[in-house]
C-alpha cells in the first residue's frame, strides 16, 4: 500500500524568507504523480504544484518548487520570498497513475504541515 | 483549471435525518469522483470512489447503507447521509478527475467543501 508521510506537522517562516517542506512517500509503483495541495481556512484545496515522476526535472510554479528524489521517495516543497498569504496547511500527495482504464487513481494524502508567517 | 462546485457550503441538520450533497463538474465531463471527510485538523480521508453509471466503491470502515453515493451523470455525484447522527459532523470534500486527451490521469479539482454539523 502507499503511504505518504509528512513529519512536520508546523512550520513557522519570515515573511520574505525561505521555508522547505518535506514530503516522503511509499510505493512499489515506478510511475506516479506527486502533489503539493494548500488548504487555507476557507478548506478550499488549491493545487500549489504538480510533479510527474519520469521526470527528472524538478517542478516549479513561480515561487513554489519542489525537490524530488525518485530513488529516496522523498518530494520537499520550496517557498520562497513567503509571503502573508502563503499561510496554510499544505498537504503532500500521491496519485498512481492507471494506463489500461478502470477506476482512475485516488489521491493518497499526508497529514498535513500547518505553515505559519510572521510579519 | 477545471471548476468543482460543491453544494451546499455549510448544513445543520437534525439527528435521524438525511442529508444531501451535490458535486457538479461545471466545465467537464467527470468519469469518476472522490469523496473525502476531512476532520478538524486531519488529512482528508478517502470515504468512497464514484464512478458514472456504476456502483461506488467505498473505503474499509465506510457504511455503504449509510453514505449513498450515486453517479447518475458524467457531470453530478451526491452523497446523502442517511439517518445522520453528531458523530457524522464533519467536513466533507469532493473532487474530480477526468481523463485527458492521452491515456495518462490528470489532477484532481477540488470542491469547495460541505460542513455538516448533526444536531
Known amino acids: 500500500a502507499q503511504t505518504v508521510t509528512q513529519s512536520q506537522p508546523e512550520m513557522s517562516v519570515q515573511e520574505a524568507e525561505t521555508v522547505t517542506l518535506s514530503c516522503t512517500y511509499d510505493t512499489s509503483e515506478s510511475d506516479y504523480y506527486l502533489f503539493w495541495y494548500k488548504q487555507p481556512p476557507s478548506r478550499q484545496m488549491i493545487l500549489v504544484i504538480r510533479q510527474e515522476a519520469y521526470k527528472q526535472q524538478n517542478a516549479t510554479e513561480n515561487r513554489f518548487s519542489v525537490n524530488f528524489q525518485k530513488a529516496a521517495k522523498s518530494f520537499s516543497l520550496k517557498i520562497s520570498d513567503s509571503q502573508l498569504g502563503d499561510a496554510a496547511m499544505y498537504f503532500c500527495a500521491f496519485k498512481p497513475l492507471l494506463l489500461y482504464g478502470g477506476s482512475q487513481g485516488n489521491l493518497i494524502f499526508g497529514k498535513g504541515t500547518k505553515l505559519s508567517v510572521k510579519p | 483549471g477545471a471548476v468543482v462546485s460543491q453544494h451546499p457550503s455549510r448544513v445543520i441538520c437534525k439527528s435521524g435525518t438525511s442529508v444531501k450533497i451535490e458535486c457538479r463538474s461545471l466545465?467537464?465531463?467527470?468519469?469518476?469522483m472522490f469523496w473525502y471527510r476531512q476532520f478538524p485538523k486531519q488529512s482528508l480521508m478517502l470515504m468512497a470512489t464514484?464512478?458514472?453509471?456504476?456502483?461506488?466503491?467505498?473505503e474499509q470502515g465506510v457504511e455503504k447503507d449509510k453514505f449513498l453515493i450515486n453517479h447518475a451523470s458524467l457531470t453530478l455525484s451526491t452523497l446523502t447521509v442517511t439517518s445522520a447522527h453528531p458523530e457524522d459532523s464533519s467536513f466533507y470534500i469532493c473532487s474530480a478527475s477526468f481523463e485527458g486527451s492521452s491515456s495518462r490521469n490528470t489532477e484532481a479539482f477540488f470542491g469547495q467543501g460541505t460542513r455538516l454539523t448533526v444536531v
Open positions: 464514484s464512478n458514472e453509471g456504476s456502483k461506488a466503491t467505498y
Open positions: 466545465d467537464f465531463q467527470a468519469t469518476t
